[in-house]
Structures are given as C-alpha cells and as structure tokens.
C-alpha cells in the first residue's frame, strides 16, 4: 500500500488536539470535525457565537495597475465595481463555464485584490489566474501568511469587539476593514458561511493561538464554543450556500446552481462568457433545488433522486437541520422539473424515500 | 470503559451473552466516531441473522453505518426505546442503548471475539 501523503495542518492543530476535537482529513488537511458534538455547535451559532479555524481555505493576492482588470477577465462578479473595503461572492470559470472554484473578493485598494478560496482548490485557482495573467498585475499564493478564523453567531458582534477598536457596527455586510485585533494587525470582514451575522478574520499564523484563546475568553459569557467543520457544513447547508465538490464543480455552471446573481454577462469579456451566453439563449438543462425528505431517512450527497418513478438527478448535500429539526438537502433536477412543491423521491439505501422541493434558503435569520 | 463482560468485533458491536441469548450493541469507540446518532434501523423480531452480514444500520448527522451481527441467531427483542432517543446510543452505548437481543445459533461463535483488553488495543492500534 502507498503510503498517504501527510496531511497539511493548521497553526491551531495542537489546540484541537488539546480540546480533544475529532481530526478528519478535509482535502488533504486535519481538520476538527467536531469538537463537542455537530448538534451542540450548530445550535450555538444560531444562538450565540461559535469559533471555527478555517484556515485551511486558500488566500491569494492579485496587485498591480491592471489588479482590477486581472480580476474581472478570471471571474464572473463584477469587481472592479466594488468600493475599496467592500467584499463579494464570485466564481472561477473554465471556458466552457464549469467553476474552477467559488471564492471570496475582497478589494483592499484599487490595485490589489484579496481572495479567499477552497482550501482544495488554491493551488488550482492560483495556477489557474496565473495562466490567464497577460495584465500588469502580480499573482500571489498567500495562504501561508493567513489563519482565518471565523466568529458566527447573533452574540459574535458583541464577542469580537470587546478585543478590537475598529466600530465592528459600522462594517456592513459583505464589507471589511483593516485593524486590530487583540493587538495584532488583522482583515476583519464581515462575511460568513452559516448563514447567520458574523465575521471572519484574517490573522498573521504566528498570532493564532494567542487570538484564539482571546476570543475564547471574549465570547464565554454568551457560551462560545469551538464548532467543527461538521457544523460548518449543517450551518451552511440551512443556508443553502453552496460547496465546492457538492453543489458545484467543473461540470456545473453557476446558472444550473442557481448563482445568477454572481454572474455579469454586461460587464465586459471574462473566462466562461461565450459559454453562459449560449446557455442563456438555449437554456439549462438542470438546476439546483432544495428538498425535504417526507418520508423516514435522510437524502446525502450522491444518492439517486426520481421524478414520476425514474430516475432524474442526484442529492448533492444531505443533513437533518438542527434548526428546523426536518431532513433537508440539495439536489439537481432536469431544469423543466425543477418547480418548489414537487413530490420526487430521493433512493436511501435502494429504498426509494418521499421527498417535496422547497424554496431556499431552508433557514433565514431574524434580522 | 470497555466491560469485561462483553466481547467485541472489529466492525465495533459488541455482545453480551445470558444464557442463550446475544444481546447486541455497538461500541462506545463506534459512537464517538460517528457522532450525533439520528437513526437506527434494526431488523424485525424473527429475522434470522448470521455472523458478519448486515444486521442494522445507525446514521448520524454527518455519516451512515451498517451494523454487522457479531453472533448468529435468531432476533427475540429490539430496543424500541431508540427509535424515538436515538441520543442514547451516544450516552450509554454499552448499556442501555443495546440495540438487539438474539437466540443464538452458534454459541461458540462468541467466545471467538475479542476481550476488552483485546478490542482496547485494536482500536489503539487503529488510531
């Protein structure tokens, strides 16, 4: 037998170990998947606070006069739209429209842009940009110069600004500044993958720790509690966000998931365009819907959904919801079938379950 | 931990022998690794089951599990209280949280599996 390749670890592994966190590997890199159990993490995050280490994710950094242009001929959204502090959500795509990756823009000045990507996928998209680089712009691998750690929940506003003087209120959504945190020089932005208020910073390695512990300490008068990637998952499944490997990938295009909103056709050429211009016109063949399982049994990734007794898509993620104590999941359905209130089956173990379509996101927080 | 008692399986169940009679369950080691435990599926009282073949399943939030028979026989009771507190099988896998009783068939199958001594260093080695 082969030997596996050593997993890649973040500068908090030996804290997880210390809390005992159960280890997985996550896309080549140990990562906890739980600490206390996913059930009692997720329902802290959707009613106090949870710290996650997502450090694994990838960071790259484009800067130079044509920073901007860079990033719009490689990804979908519109960045150079974006005011210097602002984030948003955008995609990666091959020629043929399929996603290279979804990832983060953050615009920290109008030459240089900040991105968050896939921990599995940041070689790939870094080599990927690079390929596509004729601009005067620099592209670089950043990812060993960042934790990023993630501060979600309705109590994470009020956890986080007891160690930073940056007006954590006055960030808006999808927005982010550059200050202190517990000392120490971090990007704080206001973004999430839980589908509730929250932020995630970006913090040199060598701090991780010390941060950590601080904000520990800052959120334990509302019950903090570290939150493995098993939450981070039935968090952002409630919030139907989509995941790499999951509901998108090299064979989807983000208007079979759904993502239209990432996508802006008028904004000038980009890698992909041709091809969702023709998908526009011609139409998509399959979309990506929400469903919740009617009969006994819960519908996971790759299991076989039926229509009118044959087969017609697939499960792409699967959970009970801890917040609405139903069984949800995503699936794609042939795009003529794909209405909310249909019945389909999803097949659980050769055994074909009642399931109904459902509008999405499955959770919406009080705001 | 792991009670003298009972004996276990690599697959992680374990067995406990009265008389003629198996009761079934799966390890505290089996509970941790998967989780929140959300399901569990048995096999109806009167089925026959065999050594090493699927007996049941458990699911949890994040993963599904066959459970295999580490005896063979005949199911006399399941724990009906885990269908409606799944949970327990995290909070007392060994004891309350058995999952099926059954009339053995082959009592010599039992005294094959392993001790508690013997299942700690398995899953010790496994790590």
């Given amino acids: 037998m082969a030997a596996a390749p050593a997993l890649r670890a973040t500068p908090l592994n030996s804290v997880h170990r210390a809390l005992r966190a159960k280890l997985v590997d996550f896309g080549g890199w140990e990562m906890p998947v739980q600490y206390s159990g996913i059930l009692h993490e997720h329902h802290a995050v959707r009613s106090a606070v949870g710290l996650f280490d997502v450090s694994h994710m990838g960071e790259i950094e484009i800067r130079g006069p044509e920073a901007g242009q860079l990033m719009d001929f490689v990804a979908t959204n519109h960045a150079q739209k974006l005011h210097i502090g602002q984030a948003q959500y955008s995609a990666l795509l091959y020629p043929h429209a399929g996603f290279v990756d979804d990832i983060l823009v953050h615009k920290v000045a109008e030459d240089h842009y900040f991105l968050c990507v896939n921990a599995s996928n940041q070689d790939k998209d870094f ?18 110069r960042y934790v990023q750690l993630a501060i979600q929940g309705p109590k994470a506003p009020a956890t986080l600004q007891k160690l930073t003087p940056v007006d954590l209120s006055a960030i808006r959504y999808y927005w982010f500044a550059d200050g202190i945190v517990a000392g120490t020089p971090a990007r704080i932005a206001h973004t999430g993958y839980t589908g509730e208020d929250g932020f995630e910073i970006y913090i040199p ?26 939450a981070r998952n039935t968090l952002r499944l409630e919030a139907a966000m989509s995941l790499y490997g999951h509901e998108i990938d090299a064979s989807i295009s983000p208007f079979e998931a759904g993502l239209d909103w990432i996508v802006k056709l008028n ?4 890698v992909g365009r041709e091809a969702l211009i023709r998908q526009k016109e011609s139409g998509i063949r399959r979309k990506l819907m929400g469903f919740e399982l009617r009969g006994r049994g819960i519908g996971r990734d790759g299991y076989e959904v ?24 995503l699936c794609y359905l042939p795009a003529d079938r794909a209405q909310t209130g249909r019945a389909i089956q999803v097949m659980i173990r050769h055994q074909p379950v009642d399931a109904v379509t459902v509008e999405t996101p499955f959770y919406k927080r009080a705001k | 931990m792991y009670p003298e008692n009972l004996r276990y399986t690599k697959e992680h169940e374990w067995v406990r022998v009265e008389g003629n009679t198996g009761t079934i369950g799966i390890t505290d080691h089996a509970q941790q690794e998967l989780g929140d435990i959300v399901y569990v599926d048995m096999p109806k009282v009167g089925t026959r089951v065999e050594q090493g073949k699927t007996l049941g399943s458990v699911e949890s939030v994040k993963a599904v599990s066959d459970i295999y028979a580490p005896v063979s026989g005949d199911v006399v009771e399941i724990n009906q209280t885990l269908a409606d507190a799944p949970e327990k099988l995290n909070e007392d896998p060994h004891g309350e949280a058995w999952l099926v009783k059954i009339r053995l068939s082959v009592p010599a199958e039992f005294e094959k599996l392993m001790s508690a001594a013997e299942y700690q260093t398995y899953i010790g080695a496994e790590k």
Avoid at chain 1, 307 to 323: F, I, L, R
């Fill in chain 1, 267 to 270: 904004k000038g050429g980009f």
């Fill in chain 1, 205 to 230: 390695p060598g701090e991780a720790e010390r941060i950590w512990r601080r904000v520990m300490e800052a959120g334990a008068e509302f019950g903090i509690l570290p939150c493995g990637l098993g």
């Fill in chain 1, 127 to 144: 080599e990927h940009i690079r390929g596509l680089n004729q601009f005067q712009a620099e592209v670089e691998s950043a990812g060993q």
């Fill in chain 1, 306 to 329: 039926y229509v009118g007794g044959a087969p017609a898509g697939w499960v792409t993620s699967g959970s009970p919801s801890p917040a609405l104590n139903k069984n949800i999941g």
